[in-house]
C-alpha cells in the first residue's frame, strides 16, 4: 500500500512558478513510476507529466518546455516544478504512481495507476 501526498500549491500571477512535491509513504519508492495530472472544473483528468522508475520523462504538449517532472528515491517524493504558469493551467493536480517491472517505461493514462493523492490546488490568475 502507498500513501501520497501533495503540497506547493497555491495562487500565482501569470508568468510565476510553483514547484508541487509529492511524498510517498511505504517501502520501495523506486519500483514505482509516476506521473501528475489536472483535473479542472467540468474537465477529465488530464496528463501533465510521467516519470519513468530511473527518471525518463513525458509531457503534455501544453507545459512541455515549461514545466519539469523529478524524483528523488532517496526521499519518496516527485517534484513537478511549474515556469511560465498560463491561467489555463489552473486545476485540481493529483500525483499517482504504479508499481512498474519496467525501468523505462513511463506511464501517461490515468487508467494506469492504482495509487493517488488528494489533490492541491492551483490558481493562475491573469
Known amino acids: 500500500q502507498v500513501q501520497l501526498v501533495e503540497s506547493g500549491g497555491g495562487l500565482v500571477q501569470t508568468g510565476g512558478s510553483l514547484r508541487l512535491l509529492c511524498a510517498a509513504s511505504g517501502r520501495a519508492f523506486s519500483d514505482y513510476a509516476a506521473g501528475w495530472f489536472r483535473q479542472a472544473p467540468g474537465e477529465e483528468r488530464e496528463l501533465v507529466a510521467a516519470?519513468?522508475?530511473?527518471?525518463?520523462?513525458d509531457y503534455a504538449d501544453s507545459v512541455k518546455g515549461r514545466f519539469t517532472i523529478s524524483r528523488d528515491n532517496a526521499k519518496n517524493t516527485v517534484y513537478l516544478q511549474m515556469n511560465s504558469l498560463k491561467p489555463e493551467d489552473s486545476a485540481v493536480y493529483y500525483c499517482a504512481v504504479k508499481w512498474s517491472a519496467s525501468f523505462l517505461v513511463s506511464y501517461t493514462r490515468v487508467a494506469d495507476y492504482n495509487y493517488w493523492g488528494q489533490g492541491t490546488q492551483v490558481t493562475v490568475s491573469s
Open positions: 516519470i519513468s522508475r530511473n527518471g525518463g520523462a
